[in-house]
């Protein structure tokens, strides 16, 4: 954690991190089988800010909706990429958790 100190900027979102993983990336295989739950992800943001390495750090139980949580977001996410004391842009990692409710009809 030490080395955060030495970033003069840490990546940003480009668009709402809210609206790329969405009820429209639920796997027709997860509605039909009623599955629910919560991914927890990690991925890297290179030094060109798209998101790449995303890794299920937490099963929601179904791998159709940790795969589809990663897919969806390694397709949508781009950032500014962080940058390190010299203003060169550095490859950081981000996490977050996406819960999986079935969409109401």
């Given at each position: ?6 970033f003069q900027g840490t990546a940003g979102a480009k668009g ?90």
């Open positions: 954690m030490q080395l955060l100190a030495f709402d991190e809210a609206s790329w993983i969405t009820t429209d990336d639920y796997p027709p295989s997860s509605i039909r089988a009623e599955e629910e739950g919560t991914t927890a992800i990690t991925w890297t943001i290179n030094t060109q800010g798209k998101a790449e390495n995303c890794r299920v750090t937490q099963s929601s139980g179904s791998s159709a909706l940790d795969q589809a949580a990663c897919r969806a977001l390694v397709r949508r996410a781009r950032y500014s990429p962080a940058l390190d004391q010299a203003g060169n842009p550095i490859a950081t990692t981000k996490s977050r958790r996406v819960t999986w409710r079935l969409p109401q009809n």
